[in-house]
């Protein structure tokens, strides 16, 4: 391959982590169950306890299936990274192929392998349960999230997600797909594990379920792999219904298109972690009944809607 | 040739090794999980070589119907391989402790059953606590249960008449 390749490669990985990094930091200041630093001290604290876990050794549980336990952080930040891949943070520095948001809603999947193994791989039977937990979610979030995001892909005529950000310079899609949005937001809250549909990683749970067993450089790669997906689904979100890089009308001019797409991808994140601490977690059978049964269908007549808006609105 | 066509075919090479490499391992690996995951990467072979032929939405629903089919269908294993009564042929779906390429391979762990799956097996096969039951012509003495023969004789114990096993009414029981 080329320089190019490499160069590309290398930056998403840098800004992925400086992502992740942000919501770790959101994290500590609106979920109060991360203990620790208050205020300003949390702007640091993700760093200490990064240094806390790396020199903690990678410690292995007893007769584990070694090459699952083992390879699963690296598939987790393999996945996330080639579905970083995927995000246009301006119209210049964007990878526009036809297909990007299909492409990112797919790269989901492979992160949920990364989970099944890693609870398979421990050989216990938390970890046991939490990979059962992890395959049944993969089918309860996709579908939802597939309907979910069709409304935007219906309403500028295309997959890429450059042109999606480009038909909202009027109007963002949020204001006539509301509905839309939140249910894009239930669904991507299934899909990186966070409260209230966490229960493949529960702590009070399942001691941690698939990430029970692990420790040290492993368990950081792994933290940091579903900061980044949640930094990720964010950014998908700020493209798909909050206009990616145009700003407000009015006062678009005061920022650059990036500094737009960070803001907005920061609240979605403080939203989506401020949802998870106002709502007591879904024990798992709750959570597919309320993905198969409430938010499909919502998700139909949302597409439905949709369909009649831009059949009325448009010329 | 130039050095783009060169470096497609080498990615072509890479792609198919991985393609049938996987679907080879499926068959030769003793773990159900893995033999799942193993049928996904070699699917997921293909989906590069559709990216190969710049067929991207192909490459992508291939991706997408694997990685989700896969998943299940290993969600459908293990829940039909956690046997409720115990923990059935653990060994065989966990133990890939075998060194290197051996964890692969087509021989049973080594070793005796555990316990628990020998006497689940022997109850399901005589039928609800029967003890097992004596073939036919075995002899035994009224006192050493243990002490088994194909013929009539003398214990070598106690010295008693070997009687036949069916002529005992508990059908020869172990006494323990």
């Known amino acids: 391959m080329n320089a190019g390749f490499l160069d590309t ?237 145009h700003g407000p009308p009015g006062v678009a001019g005061l920022l650059p298109g990036s500094a737009w797409m960070l803001l907005k991808t920061y609240a979605l994140v403080a939203l989506l972690l401020w949802v998870g601490r106002r709502t007591p977690r879904f024990g798992h059978d709750q959570m597919l009944r309320f993905s198969w049964k409430v938010v499909l269908p919502l998700a139909f007549v949302n597409l439905a809607a949709t369909g009649i808006l831009i059949l009325v609105l448009d010329p | 040739m130039s050095a783009s066509v060169l470096a497609e075919w080498a990615l072509f090479l890479a792609l198919s090794a991985v393609a049938l490499g996987g679907s080879a391992m499926m068959l030769l690996t003793m773990s159900m999980y893995r033999a799942g995951l193993f049928l996904m990467v070699s699917f997921l072979g293909l989906a590069g070589m559709f990216f190969l032929l710049q067929a991207d939405l192909l490459a992508v629903i291939q991706i997408m119907m694997n990685v989700g089919g896969m998943l299940v269908m290993i969600l459908f294993m293990v829940m039909l391989m956690i046997d409720p009564g115990g923990e059935m042929m653990w ?29 689940a097996a022997t109850a399901h096969a005589g039928h609800a606590g029967d003890a097992p039951a004596a073939p036919e012509g075995v002899w035994t003495c009224p006192m050493h249960s243990e002490v088994r023969s194909d013929e009539p004789g003398k214990c070598p114990k106690c010295g008693m008449d070997l009687v036949p096993a069916e002529s005992l009414g508990t059908g020869g029981s172990q006494g323990e």
């Open chain 1, 9 to 245: 490669a290398l930056l998403t990985l840098a800004w992925l982590a400086a992502g992740a990094y942000g919501v770790a930091v959101l994290e500590r200041w609106i979920v109060p169950a991360r203990a620790g630093a208050r205020g300003v001290h949390a702007l640091l604290q993700p760093l200490s306890s990064a240094a806390r876990l790396l020199r903690a050794g990678n410690p292995l549980p007893a007769r584990p299936d070694s090459a699952l336990f083992r390879s699963a952080p690296l598939v987790a930040v393999a996945t996330v990274a080639l579905a970083a891949w995927a995000v246009p943070w301006s119209p210049t520095a964007a990878v526009d192929t036809p297909i990007t948001l299909f492409f990112f809603v797919i790269l989901l999947g492979p992160f949920v392998v990364a989970l099944a193994n890693a609870g398979w791989g421990a050989n216990g039977k938390y970890g046991l349960l939490a990979s059962m937990r992890a395959a049944s979610h993969l089918v309860a979030y996709e579908v939802v999230l597939g309907f979910a995001i069709l409304g935007p892909a219906m309403a500028s005529e295309s997959l890429s997600l450059v042109r999606i950000a480009q038909a909202q310079e009027r109007l963002w899609f949020v204001v006539w797909q509301p509905l839309g949005l939140v249910l894009y937001l239930v669904s991507v809250l299934f899909a990186v594990y966070r409260r209230p549909f966490d229960t493949p990683i529960a702590g009070s749970e399942l001691a941690g379920g698939a990430l029970a067993e692990y420790g040290g450089a492993r368990l950081l790669l792994f933290r940091a792999a579903l900061s980044a997906l949640l930094f990720l689904v964010a950014a998908v979100g700020a493209v798909t219904y909050l206009g990616g890089w």
């Open chain 2, 91 to 119: 060994d065989m779906k966990r133990q890939m402790k075998l060194p290197g390429p051996g964890a692969f391979s087509m021989s049973m762990p080594r070793g005796a059953p555990p316990v628990a799956e020998e006497s």
